[in-house]
């Protein structure tokens, strides 16, 4: 799949719900995930590769490992965290991002079985992320402070 790239009008849609939950979206899915991977990322939204729908993966790469949500709704939040943030949809802009550090995130999974997960810190920050784009939010309307690569860099060496 190819990552769309910020200006696509899909990307400041808001996404319709799921209705169908078949063959088909499970390889959706699992499409975005591998995508999503290819391009290092930790999360991708339906919208990121130009379907106005409301799913998205995320993979922090933590012991959580893989989480297909679709149709998500964040239904209880606490605490702010601010961190820096990039988008693959945005190649070379990040930013500072305050969030929430703790949420509850009730959604379905690719068979429409509904499930809660409750995450802090990273995988909170992933999970905001990547549910605002379903409701056409980019990153960049949040962002505190711009950050170039070499000051990111500098950041990951610490």
């Known amino acids: 799949m190819?990552?769309?790239k910020y200006p696509a009008a899909v990307l400041e849609e808001t996404c319709g719900p799921v209705k169908t939950f078949d063959r088909n979206l499970k390889e959706t899915l699992d499409r975005m995930y591998e995508t999503m991977l290819a391009s290092d990322g930790v999360g991708l939204a339906a919208p990121q590769v130009g379907i106005a729908k409301q799913m998205a993966v995320v993979d922090t790469g933590d012991e959580t490992g893989r989480i297909d949500l679709v149709n998500p709704k964040i239904i209880a939040k606490r605490g702010e965290q601010t961190d820096i943030e990039g988008c693959l949809s945005f190649p070379g802009v990040?930013?500072?991002?305050?969030?929430a550090y703790h949420v509850k995130v009730r959604a379905q999974n690719a068979h429409g079985k509904t499930f809660i997960i409750e995450a802090e810190d990273f995988l909170a920050r992933a999970l905001q992320h990547e549910i605002d784009h379903l409701h056409g939010v980019l990153f960049t309307s949040k962002i505190i402070e711009y950050v170039d690569e070499e000051d990111l860099e500098e950041a990951d060496d610490e």
């Open 94 to 99: 990040y930013g500072t991002v305050s969030r």
């Open 2 to 4: 190819e990552i769309i």
